[in-house]
């Protein structure tokens, strides 16, 4: 399986105890620090990979990946506590200033601060702490794959699509004048047309939807059409056609915008909880890469077993209406996730670690789909 860098990242900052960690650092809550470290990473691959596109510039990016130690990312929690993130953090930043400099540097920092409500020094560390993290999984993959610098080189600029999904658009478009993004430039013109392209066709769909609906409903229903952008853009990005993207945009803020006020059981949200579910089993497949990492997602997998377990009972709360929006959204996932089950579990070593945690999740979700 090809190397995806994005995903690796993703495994080692996005869950447990390192996430909460770097939440009550910077201030945000777990899922916000979660989404941000989904954007600023990327970014930082980015503004490495066009740092290493420059003549004077690859025999830097290539020693300093190379001048770090990859059990690092072994003991990320550690590093985490006892005060000594202050230092984690100024090694990353110093990085950061070197490789890709002060002035880009500034510019990223201030970005990564607009798109998470972050202040400057709370941003300053966010980037400080994933430099290490960032530079640490390219030397470790590095290693594993006994690359020489051309090698190097190759692997990050295989990178360039799942950096270009990975950018969320208004960061893209945020960074897009500094020309951070330039080495993957040529990925986000298409990418950031399609998303906008859904983005567009599904508000029109749901405004007629909201035009009629007062208070509280259309509140409801202006995260409705939020949540359906950001699904057809999600599946695009993990490999969609762009026109179905599109479509599947437009009938999904239609189906949800309707059925909106059905998916609340007192306070509770239930389509937000099963999505954060669904949300989290992809990540977890998309990292499984061998068996040591299906062993490190497993914990990832029993979480979203025992979370379904727990939204039982509410989702039989809801009325006939909400169950069947919440079947369609979960049916609407099934045909991807899968697909990513069976491409972990036949993997060399895999299906003897997860198998039976994926049949029971799998089992829970097919209930859900109806």
Do not use: C
């Amino acid at each position: 399986m090809p190397t995806n860098l994005i995903n690796i990242i993703g495994q080692l900052l996005g869950s447990g105890d390192t996430l909460s960690k770097i939440a009550s650092l910077v201030g945000l809550t777990p899922d916000r620090t979660q989404s941000t470290i989904g954007a600023a990473a990327p970014a930082i691959l980015a503004g490495l990979l066009g740092v290493g596109q420059q003549p004077s510039g690859r025999d830097k990016l290539v020693a300093a990946v190379r001048d770090q130690d990859p059990s690092l990312l072994d003991n990320l929690g550690a590093m985490l506590g006892g005060g000594n993130e202050k230092s984690l953090i100024e090694t990353g930043t110093g990085l950061l200033g070197s490789l890709l400099g002060q002035s880009n540097l500034g510019t990223l920092t201030g970005a990564i601060g607009k798109f998470a409500g972050l202040n400057q020094g709370s941003s300053s560390s966010l980037l400080g702490l994933l430099a290490p993290v960032v530079l640490g999984a390219i030397r470790r993959e590095d290693k594993k794959q006994d690359l020489d610098a051309d090698g190097l080189m190759r692997m990050l600029n295989d990178q360039k699509d799942s950096i270009a999904s990975a950018l969320p658009a208004d960061l893209a478009k945020e960074l897009g004048p500094s020309g951070l993004l330039s080495s993957v430039s040529d990925r986000l013109g298409a990418t950031a047309d399609t998303v906008a392209r859904a983005g567009s066709s599904t508000a029109h769909a749901a405004r007629e939807q909201a035009s009629s609906s007062g208070g509280m409903l259309r509140w409801i229903i202006g995260l409705a059409i939020l949540a359906a952008i950001l699904w057809a853009a999600y599946q695009f990005l993990a490999g969609g056609k762009a026109p179905d993207a599109v479509e599947q945009a437009t009938d999904a803020a239609t189906q949800i915008s309707e059925s909106a006020s059905n998916l609340f059981v007192g306070d509770v949200n239930v389509g937000n909880e099963v999505t954060g579910v669904l949300d989290s089993v992809t990540n977890a497949f998309n990292g499984i890469t061998d068996a040591a990492s299906a062993e490190a997602a497993l914990p990832a997998l029993n979480e979203a077993t025992s979370r379904l377990d727990q939204l039982g009972g509410l989702v039989g709360q809801l009325p006939a209406e909400g169950r069947s929006a919440l079947a369609a959204m979960v049916s609407s996932a099934m045909p991807q996730l899968e697909s990513l089950a069976a491409q972990a579990m036949n993997l060399p070593g895999v299906g003897g670690v997860i198998k039976p945690t994926v049949d029971a999740l799998m089992a829970q979700l097919r209930a859900l789909a109806g």
